[in-house]
């Protein structure tokens, strides 16, 4: 089957978090037709394996992307389309470097659902599955690139509810006082920056609404907060969650900072598979997250994320995977499947460390 056409057929399944049920079916046909079983599980992932370990190697990417669907076409030398970067460019890697393989040990390629919405497929794996022997977490990263942390997320939404006043009055409005709660965990995000933006943790208002009913209203403001290594989300919490009249804080989603052993097995494959492709292998350490946040403190593993693509592009129209670059990295991915799966598996695990 012809490379770029597996990556086309994924591309043409719109799949926004939610609606990822066409996009997993033709995962899965195209998984049978490349010689790997193909099934779902009950969160709707699709699962595609080859071979029989020990040791376990599990890719999990995720097939679902955020809204906004964009038209699938060539220019360049490059595959235009939604998903192409985040993350269909490295779900589609691993399995045609996956269908290559020929033992010993198995390999597992997740095509998880909800990640870009609230990790639910990737949640329920982490409930349902045994560990892994090894972890790659698809992303995407450039292909002569190995991401080995993430900063945490933390997702909050304030209600604050209140008499509505007069815009003459001396009393401040319903609004501004959730304002001002804003910026007072704002000027606690600013006193904890580091040297670096990895280092620090930061924060974006993300949306304010207001609801009124008679004289009375609430207002609701959405904020996100990025956590750096060492500030787990519990001393934020402690810091925002002091008791205000008329006012609350909700958590919507959070996942600590994780940042992986940069000597591990993962790290070593990938990097050995990118300097076959006489590439140089660099690793990063990114602002967002990913499931790796999840999946490193749960399965306790060797772990990284890998990828072709550019992440600046991720979520933007112009989201696009040069041709020779996700070329690449199916034969980095062929160097690091073989290697893990031909070292020998010790009994205690080498823990790929959580931050936080």
């Not at 815009?167 to 920056?193: H, I, K, N």
């Amino acid at each position: 089957m012809d490379e770029v056409e597996v990556l086309r057929a994924l591309l043409e399944e719109y799949s926004p978090s939610g609606q990822e049920g066409g996009a997993v079916r033709r995962f899965l046909e195209l998984s049978r037709g490349l010689g790997l079983e193909g099934r779902s599980d009950a969160a709707g992932n699709g699962i595609a394996s080859i071979g029989d370990g020990p040791p376990t190697v599990l890719f999990l990417g995720h097939i679902d992307t955020v809204e906004g669907a964009l038209p699938i076409r060539m220019v360049d030398d490059r595959l235009h389309g939604r998903g192409a970067c985040d993350a269909k460019g490295p779900l589609a890697a691993a399995l045609l470097a996956a269908s290559h393989h020929a033992g010993p040990g198995e390999i597992v390629v997740i095509a998880a659902v909800g990640e870009e919405r609230d990790s639910r497929g990737a949640r329920h794996l982490l409930a349902s599955r045994p560990r892994p022997d090894f972890l790659l977490v698809g992303e995407p990263s450039g292909w002569d690139s190995v991401t080995i942390g993430y900063k945490g997320n933390l997702s909050l939404v304030l209600r604050v509810e209140g008499d509505r006043t007069h815009l003459s009055g001396p009393d401040p409005t319903t609004v501004e006082r959730g304002l001002a709660l804003v910026e007072g965990l704002r000027a606690y995000c600013d006193s904890r920056q580091g040297k670096t933006r990895f280092g620090s943790l930061t924060m974006k208002v993300v949306s304010i609404n207001t609801i009124r009913v008679g004289g009375r209203e609430q207002v609701e403001i959405a904020v996100n907060l990025r956590l750096p290594s060492r500030l787990p989300a519990a001393d934020i919490l402690r810091s925002v969650q002091r008791p205000v009249a008329g006012a609350r804080w909700e958590i919507v989603d959070h996942s600590e900072a994780v940042e992986v052993d940069p000597r591990n097995e993962v790290v070593s494959a990938l990097c050995a598979g990118i300097r076959e492709q006489r590439g140089r292998p660099t690793l990063l350490r990114k602002l967002g997250t990913s499931d790796l946040n999840l999946a490193v403190p749960a399965w306790e593993c060797p772990a990284a994320a890998y990828g072709p693509g550019d992440s600046h592009l991720d979520h933007t129209d112009e989201e696009n995977l040069p041709i020779v670059d996700f070329q690449r990295s199916i034969a980095v991915l062929e160097v690091a499947f073989s290697r893990l799966t031909t070292r020998h598996v010790t009994k205690v695990p080498v823990v790929a460390s959580q931050i936080g």
